[in-house]
Each structure stands twice: as structure tokens, then as C-alpha cells.
């Protein structure tokens, strides 16, 4: 089972991304999915969430209304658009599929996880 996040770089604030997180080996489509980042010296954080069939979505306040949180199960892959992107919001992007069919902003209620990818945003 592999969760593989991809679509990191280095861009320039006020740039967008648009990360990938491809599953292979089990499908999720009957499972929450999250995406948490992870700055240097900080704990991993949540960033948002979406429930199994997209009808539900969750953001942490600090992207809110700049990041949009997607999947498409038949693809088994959710994506994270990026927007209006800040200096403080360069760190490793992990992707994960929770437990249950729903979301949750605590890393521990998640099973699977991608191996990162990074987002640097420079000035």
C-alpha cells in the first residue's frame, strides 16, 4: 500500500502548486483523506481534510480560502490546490487516509501515509 504525494517545488509567493497524492496497492475510496505539512523545527500540522465522497471538506484558518482540498475516487487520487501562496507556508506536504470515512485534524487518526513532498515558497 503507497500513498505517493507529488507536485512540490520552489515557487515565489503569490504562486500556486497543485499537489498529487496517487494510492496504489488498496483502494480509499471508502476513506477519509488529509493533508498535513511539516516546517523544519515544527510539529506536523494539519491542513485539510476530505471526507470519503468529497462532501465534506475541513481547512485549517491559515489557508482557508486560498487552499482547495479535492479527490477523485475513481482515479483513487486527492489533490491539493495551492493558491496565493505565502513564505510561511513552505514545508514537506504529507498526504494520509484516515481509519473511517471522514476527516480528522489529528495525525493519529490516520493509517496510511505519503512520503512528502516539498513546498518552498521564496520571497
Do not use: H
Amino acid at each position: 500500500v503507497q500513498l505517493q504525494a507529488s507536485g512540490g517545488g520552489l515557487v515565489q509567493a503569490g504562486a500556486s502548486l497543485r499537489l498529487t497524492c496517487a494510492a496504489s496497492g488498496r483502494r480509499f475510496t471508502n476513506n477519509g483523506m488529509g493533508w498535513f505539512c511539516q516546517a523544519p523545527g515544527k510539529e506536523r500540522e494539519f491542513v485539510a481534510g476530505i471526507s470519503w465522497n468529497g462532501g465534506f471538506t475541513y481547512y485549517a484558518d491559515s489557508v482557508k480560502g486560498r487552499f482547495t482540498i479535492s479527490r477523485d475516487n475513481a482515479k483513487n487520487t486527492v489533490y491539493l490546490q495551492m493558491d496565493s501562496l505565502k513564505l510561511e507556508d513552505t514545508a514537506v506536504y504529507y498526504c494520509a487516509a484516515a481509519r473511517g470515512g471522514s476527516y480528522s485534524t489529528d495525525w493519529r487518526s490516520y493509517t496510511y501515509w505519503g512520503q512528502g513532498t516539498l513546498v518552498t515558497v521564496s520571497s
